[in-house]
C-alpha cells in the first residue's frame, strides 16, 4: 500500500543514508573467467566494474570436456565510498571491459527552458541553455512561470542573469510564505514482482513546496526502492513535475540466463545438399560424389562452450539467479579426437566425415573381395562396406555406415544405420531382413521384411514382402515392374508399374498417409489391451463370486477374504495398465490425424483385384482391375484420378556410391 512522508523525515533519512553508504560493503563472486566474476560482483555491488577493487580467492581451471573444472572465485569491494544517497545506477554494468569506440551522439535542435520550484528556504529558477540551433529561453518565460506559481517577491536582476548565464542550475531568486501542511505529496507502488516502482505526486497548494530530485530519491530509499532508479525521470519530476499520473521512476535487472554450448559443423552434414557430378546433361552414379574426404589433422567441428548466465536484481534489491548454460559433451566418434584446448574435433585418419547417430565419425571403408559365408562369418564394422559378391543363407552384415553388396542377398540380415544397396537382388525365402537408417536400393526383393528410415527403391519386381518406409516405395525401373502380394507401408507415397496379380491368389495390402511406426506401435499396443482385457474379464468373474458369496453369507473365511482382496488389487493394476496403453494408443492416433502428409498410392500400369489401398484408416477394396490410376483421400473417401508422374528426382540421383572397389 502506498504511504507518505513528510519534508522532515526525509531530510533526516537523507541523513542516515548518507551515514550508512559510507562504509565500504564486499561480496563474494564466481565465474568461468575472472571477466565474469567481475561482472557478478557489479551487480551485487550496484557499481560498475571500473570501480572494483578484488582478491582472488580461488583460481578458475577449465577442465577437460565440461569435467574437472573450476570457477574463478574474488572477494570483490567498491574502490571508493560513496557520498550520496544514489550515486546512480549503471545500467551496464560490464563496463571496463572490451569497451566500442564512443560514437557521437547526432545534435538535435531543442529550445532552451526556464522551470520554477518552490522549496523550503524560497522560489528557486533554473534555466537550461538551447541544444543545437534551439532558442534560447527569454525573461518573459521565467518571469511567465513565476507568475504562475503566484510568486511576486523576487529579484528580476537575478531573473534577468539566470536567463542570461542558463547555467542550469537552481538559483534562489525570491521568496513566498511557505505553509509546509500544503507541500506536495508523494506515493510510492512497488508492482511486476518488484521489478517496477511507480510514483504518484499530488500537486502542492498554495504556499506548499515542491519536491525535489534528492527528496523523491529518498522517498524511494524509505520505501525500500534501492536498484534501477531512472535519474533521468527523477530530474523531470523535479524540474517539470507531472501530478495525478503513475510514472515508471526504477526497474529492476532482469537475469539473463547464459548460452548452452553448441556444436559448429566444419562439414556438411545434410548429405541430400551434395552435388552430383553430371556427364552429357546426365548423372553419372558412379561418380556420386557423397563421400565427404577428409584428411588426416584436418578440423572437423568445434565447440563454443556455454556461457554464464548474469544475475539480476530487483528495485527492492533483492537477487534474482541467473541458470548458467548447460555444457555438452564434444561428439566423439570413432578415428577422431580433440585438440589441447579441448574444443576442437580433428580426424585421426584419412576417411569419409560423417555425423550418424550424435557422433562425428571419420569412416574408412571396409572392402570384402568375394561372398559373405562360411570363410568370413558374420560382420560388423563401424564403418561402410563393400561386399563383392553375395550375402548367403543364415548369416548377417552390420555397419554404421552404407553396406553396399555387388551380387545377390539370400536369406540373411543385413543392418546398416546409413544406405542398403543390393546390385542384383534379395531372395529372403521367407526370413530375409533388411534395415536401413537411409534408403534400401535393390534390383528386386522377394520374400523379405525391409524397414527403411527414408525410401525402398527396386528396379524390378517386389514380391510377397513386408516393406515399411519412412518416405516412398518405388518400383518403377523397368515397364514390367510391379508389386505382387505382401504388406507395404508408407508414409508418403507408392508407386508400381502395376500393383497386384492378374490371376489372383495373392493380396496385396498398401497403406500410406501415415507414420509406419506409429501405425506398429498402435498395432502392438491394441494387442496388448485384448490380452489385458481378457485378463480383466475373468478377474471381474471371479471377483463378482467371491463379492456374492459374502453378500449371502455377511462374511468370508480369512483365506477367502485374501483372495478377493488380492484379485481387486490385481484388477486395479491390470485396469490402470490398460488405461495406460490407451492413453498412449490416443495419443498416437491424434499424432496421425494431424499429420499433414496427403499419402497416395499410383500405379502407372494396371491395378489388380485382390488389392487393398488404405489411406490413413480408410480402407478401399479393388473389385475390378483398373489402369494408369492415383488413389488418394478426400473427405475422408478413397478417391482417384489419372496417374501422377512420379517426382523421378530419388531416381534420377540414384543409391550413393560411398566407395569405389577398385
Request: glycine share 8%; net charge negative; with cysteine.
Amino acid at each position: 500500500m502506498a504511504t507518505r512522508i513528510g519534508l522532515d523525515a526525509v531530510r533526516e533519512l537523507m541523513r542516515r543514508y548518507l551515514d550508512e553508504d559510507g562504509d565500504k560493503r564486499s561480496v563474494v563472486a564466481e565465474g568461468a573467467t575472472i571477466e565474469e566474476a567481475l561482472r557478478s560482483a557489479a551487480v551485487q555491488l550496484d557499481c560498475t566494474v571500473a570501480r572494483i577493487e578484488y582478491e582472488v580467492l580461488q583460481k578458475g581451471v577449465q577442465g577437460f570436456v565440461g569435467i574437472g573444472g573450476k570457477p574463478w572465485k574474488i572477494s570483490a569491494y567498491e574502490a571508493a565510498a560513496r557520498q550520496k544517497v544514489e550515486a546512480g545506477i549503471e545500467e551496464e554494468f560490464g563496463a571496463g571491459f572490451d569497451e566500442p569506440t564512443e560514437l557521437k551522439p547526432i545534435q538535435r535542435d531543442v529550445d532552451g527552458q526556464a522551470f520554477v520550484r518552490l522549496a523550503s528556504d524560497g522560489a528557486l529558477l533554473k534555466v537550461i541553455p538551447p541544444k543545437g540551433r534551439g532558442k534560447r529561453a527569454t525573461e518573459k518565460q521565467a518571469l511567465d512561470k513565476l507568475h504562475a506559481r503566484t510568486i511576486h517577491d523576487f529579484d528580476e536582476s537575478l531573473v534577468k542573469t539566470a536567463v542570461k548565464e542558463a547555467t542550469a542550475e537552481w538559483i534562489l531568486v525570491g521568496s513566498f510564505i511557505a505553509n509546509p501542511a500544503a507541500d506536495a505529496l508523494l506515493t510510492v507502488e512497488i508492482a511486476q514482482q518488484e521489478m517496477e516502482a511507480r510514483v504518484m505526486i499530488t500537486p502542492p497548494q498554495p504556499g506548499g513546496c515542491d519536491l525535489s530530485r534528492d527528496v523523491i530519491l529518498a522517498y524511494l530509499r524509505n520505501n525500500k526502492v534501492v536498484f534501477g532508479v531512472i535519474e533521468e525521470v527523477l530530474q523531470e519530476l523535479e524540474d517539470a513535475p507531472r501530478y495525478k499520473e503513475s510514472i515508471l521512476v526504477a526497474q529492476g535487472q532482469r537475469a539473463e540466463n547464459g548460452e548452452d554450448a553448441r556444436i559448429q559443423f566444419l562439414f556438411e552434414t545434410d548429405r541430400t545438399k551434395l552435388n552430383l557430378e553430371e556427364k552429357n546433361g546426365k548423372v553419372d552414379y558412379k561418380e556420386l560424389h557423397l563421400v565427404q574426404n577428409v584428411v588426416e589433422g584436418q578440423a572437423l567441428a568445434r565447440k563454443v562452450p556455454a556461457r554464464q548466465g548474469v544475475p539480476g536484481r530487483t528495485v527492492t534489491g533483492k537477487m534474482l539467479p541467473a541458470k548458467n548454460g548447460k555444457d555438452i559433451p564434444l561428439p566423439l566418434g570413432k578415428n577422431v579426437h580433440t585438440s589441447e584446448d579441448g574444443l576442437t574435433i580433428i580426424a585421426d585418419v584419412n576417411g569419409e566425415a560423417t555425423y550418424i547417430n550424435s557422433k562425428i565419425n571419420v569412416e574408412t571403408v571396409y572392402t570384402i573381395n568375394g561372398d559373405i559365408d562360411l570363410k568370413t562369418g558374420n560382420q560388423f564394422f563401424l564403418g561402410t562396406i563393400v561386399i563383392t559378391g553375395n550375402v548367403e543363407d543364415g548369416f548377417s552384415v552390420k555397419a554404421t555406415g552404407n553396406i553396399e553388396v555387388r551380387g545377390n542377398v539370400g536369406k540373411a540380415e543385413i543392418s546398416a544405420e546409413g544406405d542398403v544397396i543390393v546390385h542384383q537382388g534379395v531372395m529372403g525365402k521367407g526370413a530375409g531382413l533388411i534395415v536401413a537408417g537411409k534408403s534400401v536400393w535393390a534390383k528386386f526383393i522377394e520374400n523379405a521384411t525391409v524397414t527403411a528410415g527414408e525410401n525402398v527403391v527396386v528396379n524390378t519386381n517386389i514380391i510377397n514382402c513386408e516393406i515399411t518406409a519412412e518416405k516412398r516405395i518405388l518400383c518403377t525401373g523397368n515397364k514390367h515392374a510391379a508389386i505382387i502380394g505382401g504388406r507395404y507401408r508408407a508414409c508418403e507415397e507408392i508407386n508400381a508399374k502395376s500393383i497386384g496379380s492378374p490371376t489372383g491368389g495373392a493380396e496385396t495390402i498398401l497403406e500410406v498417409g501415415s507414420d509406419p511406426k506409429s501405425k506398429v506401435k498402435m498395432d502392438e499396443l491394441e494387442g496388448k489391451q485384448k490380452v489385458l482385457q481378457r485378463q480383466l474379464d475373468e478377474l471381474d468373474k471371479n471377483i463378482y463370486t467371491l463379492k456374492e458369496t459374502k453378500r449371502q453369507r455377511k462374511t468370508l473365511p480369512d483365506d477367502k477374504q485374501a483372495v478377493l482382496d488380492e484379485l481387486v488389487h490385481k484388477h486395479d493394476e491390470i485396469a490402470a495398465e490398460i488405461a495406460s496403453f490407451k492413453a498412449e494408443y490416443d495419443s498416437l492416433q491424434a499424432y496421425l490425424n494431424n499429420l499433414k502428409v496427403r499419402g497416395k498410392v499410383s500405379v502407372s500400369g494396371r491395378i489388380y483385384p485382390g488389392t487393398e489401398v488404405v489411406i490413413r484408416d480408410i480402407r478401399e477394396k479393388i473389385k475390378n482391375e483398373h489402369k494408369g490410376l492415383t488413389f488418394y483421400l478426400e473427405n475422408m473417401m478413397v478417391k482417384t484420378t489419372r496417374y501422377e508422374e512420379l517426382d523421378d528426382d530419388i531416381l534420377r540421383k540414384g543409391p550413393p556410391d560411398a566407395h569405389k572397389a577398385d
